[in-house]
């Protein structure tokens, strides 16, 4: 579990390699930081000690604040992804009290081999599936041999989503934030024109009666002509 994170830096530093900024990141409104802090460490806490009290209902808390958390930020991309991954790792623990873990995902992931799987020691939230759950396949049944590490889909999603929202709060989408044209004429570099675009009505009728006068004096003028022969 603790490489859950790591996939939040991956994907800022990606994007501040990109030509991202941190000043992205410093004008982007989350709604709530605090609970957005205090969610993430409080579930990072429950995926890497198993010296809490209650893990099941501490896990389960945190959680669920995550899930606030993204519904209060669904403007920020990754948010959603994140929720979907959060609401999909919560429903073994409220079913169960535990996330299944597979003894062959603990096998094909190169942790033990069989005669050892008595020595794995799991999270304070994970357990050998019994084989009754009816919804194991949310545990952690997915294995990944080049970490020696056993994952739930709910897990890879929340990776996903931890990348993309790492990427995009420092190189965002140009359609949601022009940061940088918004500095420019705060700072003074560029001052809009209020009048850029405006046509008065004045100018139309002004136009049009000059181009009437116009019409009437060519039209009066080989009268003269006439007249004057």
């Known amino acids: 579990m603790y490489l859950v994170p790591i996939f939040f830096l991956i994907g800022a530093a990606t994007g501040l390699f990109v030509r991202g900024a941190f000043d992205y990141f410093l004008?982007?409104?989350i709604t709530l930081w605090p609970l957005a802090a205090i969610s993430a460490l409080?579930?990072?806490v429950a995926g890497s000690t198993n010296d809490?009290?209650?893990p099941t209902v501490f896990a389960a808390f945190a959680l669920t604040m995550v899930s606030a958390s993204c519904v209060l930020n669904l403007?920020?991309?990754?948010?959603c992804i994140i929720l979907l991954g959060s609401l999909l790792n919560l429903i073994p623990l409220i079913l169960y009290g535990y996330v299944p873990v597979s003894p062959e995902a603990i096998f094909n992931a190169n942790i033990v081999d069989q005669a050892s799987l008595d020595l794995v020691?799991?999270?304070a939230t994970?357990?050998?599936?019994?084989g009754h759950e009816t919804f194991k396949f949310l545990g952690a049944i997915i294995p990944i041999r080049s970490v020696s590490e056993v994952f739930s889909f709910g897990d890879l999603i929340i990776m996903a989503g931890l990348l993309n929202l790492g990427f995009r709060l420092f190189f965002p989408l140009r359609e949601q934030l022009n940061i940088n044209d918004d500095f420019d004429i705060l700072n003074g570099n560029e001052q809009l024109d209020p009048f850029q675009g405006y046509?008065?009505?004045?100018?139309n009728i002004s136009r049009t009666g000059t181009q009437e006068a116009v019409n009437t004096q060519d039209a009066e003028t080989p009268e003269r002509e006439i007249n004057n022969e």
């Open 199 to 203: 046509q008065s009505g004045f100018d």
């Open 42 to 44: 409080s579930l990072a």
């Open 52 to 54: 809490i009290p209650y």
């Open 75 to 79: 403007h920020l991309t990754g948010s």
């Open 126 to 130: 994970r357990s050998f599936e019994t």
């Open 121 to 123: 020691r799991l999270g």
């Open 27 to 29: 004008a982007t409104r």
